[in-house]
């Protein structure tokens, strides 16, 4: 069965530094893998989704992941955060062997930006 | 309107009461599912949905009461509920629900307060 560890719950950043949101995952098969962003009483928003084709992925508002099979990794990073980056960030898991229940959310990141 | 839609936004409800939680996605898509978020915890597949037929119920307790009259449209009946039932309530919908590689999209959520 698959699964998904964000390492950090809370991430705090300056204004203008990079932002590293960790993410490892365990799949039994080539997974696809999502980061969704929950602003404050907001639902979740797609940022990127890897799904086998180049494994450096862009997203919006400047975001980036780069999938490494090798290190079962998919972090997320950004080389500038803004005031507005500040929100909850899941990474997600989706493997084809998992039947109806597809999506494998992790606990997530909650990200602070200090200016 | 775009996208996925929940009324009400948010919901306050005694344990004895009765409410229901709507859900409209206007994209299209044959699969939707709830979900639960409470704090501290990953998010939670309650139910989906696949061309309105329920093909997954994650051991949810009997006082929820889903319901998918159409593609577009799914409702969570909820009728004597317990404080611990207090969370967000997030409606999502996907093309269809077996497709791993697609991602979901999500509505804003029912904020559930229950006294």
């Known amino acids: 069965a698959q699964s998904v560890t964000q390492l950090d719950s809370h991430v705090s950043v300056s204004e203008g530094t990079p932002v590293l949101l960790r993410c490892n995952y365990s799949?039994?098969?080539?997974?696809?893998l999502f980061w969704y962003v929950q602003h404050p009483n907001k639902g979740l928003q797609l940022l990127l989704k890897?799904?086998?084709?180049?494994?450096l992925v862009k997203g919006i508002n400047g975001f980036e992941a780069e999938f490494k099979k090798s290190e079962t990794s998919f972090h997320l990073t950004k080389p500038s955060a803004h005031m507005s980056d500040a929100a909850e960030y899941f990474c997600?898991?989706?493997?084809?062997?998992?039947?109806?229940?597809?999506?494998?959310f992790g606990k997530g990141t909650r990200l602070s930006v200090i200016a | 309107e775009t996208g996925v839609t929940q009324t009400p936004r948010h919901l306050v409800m005694g344990m004895t009461n009765k409410k229901s939680l709507k859900c409209e996605q206007h994209?299209?898509?044959?699969?939707m599912y709830w979900y639960k978020q409470s704090a501290k915890k990953p998010l939670e597949l309650m139910f989906v949905?696949?061309?309105?037929?329920?093909?997954e119920n994650n051991s949810v307790p009997s006082r929820f009461s889903p319901e998918c009259p159409n593609s577009s449209h799914l409702f969570l009946h909820l009728h004597t509920l317990q404080p611990e039932d207090s969370a967000l309530y997030l409606c999502?919908?996907?093309?269809?629900?077996?497709?791993?590689?697609?991602?979901?999209?999500f509505g804003p959520g029912t904020r559930l307060t229950v006294l």
């Open positions: 890897y799904t086998s084709a180049a494994t």
């Open positions: 997600v898991v989706s493997d084809p062997n998992s039947g109806n229940t597809p999506l494998v």
């Open positions: 799949s039994s098969y080539s997974p696809s």
């Open positions: 999502a919908s996907s093309p269809a629900a077996l497709e791993f590689y697609n991602e979901q999209f």
């Open positions: 994209l299209g898509h044959n699969a």
């Open positions: 949905y696949n061309f309105k037929e329920q093909t």
